[in-house]
């Protein structure tokens, strides 16, 4: 089973930041935080992925607390593009490989 | 072509009858992953493979067979087709480093139809 817990929807205004929580309570310390995203019936897309640290490219953005026990995950400019499900999951050398996507969420970005 | 490819990508086939999709992979990624999504819902692991191999159980693997004697494929078949295997299949494949796995890469997904 995920061990990833996301709200199942949200909605975002086109242009404004869009902030997708994640908790990952039971992450253990060589697990890394994951982000993909799947659009429509496409395979999922990876977008980012950190430890500790936050981290930012030219997709997004990840903010992991300090306890590394929830992380938000910031589309700075949402397009009606980012519309998509979204899925955090923590994934490391210590759960032998396995990526395991939970129910993710639902962003509906709206004009 | 580099990157991740699978096929075919749509499939026709009948209850019973047995059926192997293919995935194959030009960076040699030492991982491998078969998903299936079913309509509206979200991707659920049948099986996996760190290496030649070396395969491994996941969520879902009833009524599903896995191969990986070469590190670039990883067929999955179904020996008797049943018509709550119709679904979109997913392959991907990721790199694992010494310190944990790299990003994993997706196919475009196979629609299977069971009838």
């Known amino acids: 089973d995920a061990k990833t817990t996301q709200p199942p929807s949200m909605d975002c205004a086109e242009g404004r930041a869009a902030n997708l929580p994640c908790n990952h309570s039971t992450i253990s310390g060589n697990e890394y935080v994951y982000w993909y995203r799947q659009i429509h019936s496409q395979g999922p897309q990876y977008i980012i992925h950190?430890?500790?640290n936050n981290e930012t490219n030219e997709m997004a953005s990840l903010i992991i607390t300090e306890d590394r026990k929830s992380s938000t995950l910031i589309l700075p400019h949402a397009t009606l593009r980012d519309t998509a499900v979204y899925y955090c999951?923590?994934?490391?050398?210590?759960?032998?490989?396995?990526?395991?996507f939970g129910q993710g969420t639902t962003l509906q970005v709206k004009p | 072509d580099a990157g991740i490819t699978q096929s075919p990508r749509y499939k026709i086939t009948e209850t019973g009858r047995q059926v192997t999709l293919m995935c194959h992979q030009t960076?040699?990624?030492?991982?491998m992953f078969w998903y299936r999504q079913d309509l509206g819902h979200g991707l659920r692991l049948i099986y996996y493979?760190?290496?030649?191999?070396?395969?491994d159980k996941g969520e879902v693997p009833d009524g599903y067979v896995v191969s990986r004697s070469k590190t670039e494929n990883f067929p999955l078949t179904l020996e008797s087709a049943t018509r709550s295997q119709t679904s979109v299949y997913f392959c991907?494949?990721?790199?694992?480093?010494?310190?944990?796995?790299?990003?994993?890469?997706f196919g475009q997904g196979t629609r299977l139809t069971v009838v």
């Open positions: 999951i923590d994934w490391g050398s210590g759960n032998t490989g396995k990526l395991i």
């Open positions: 950190g430890l500790k």
């Open positions: 991907a494949s990721s790199h694992q480093t010494g310190t944990g796995p790299t990003e994993a890469f």
């Open positions: 493979s760190a290496a030649a191999d070396i395969t």
């Open positions: 960076w040699s990624h030492s991982y």
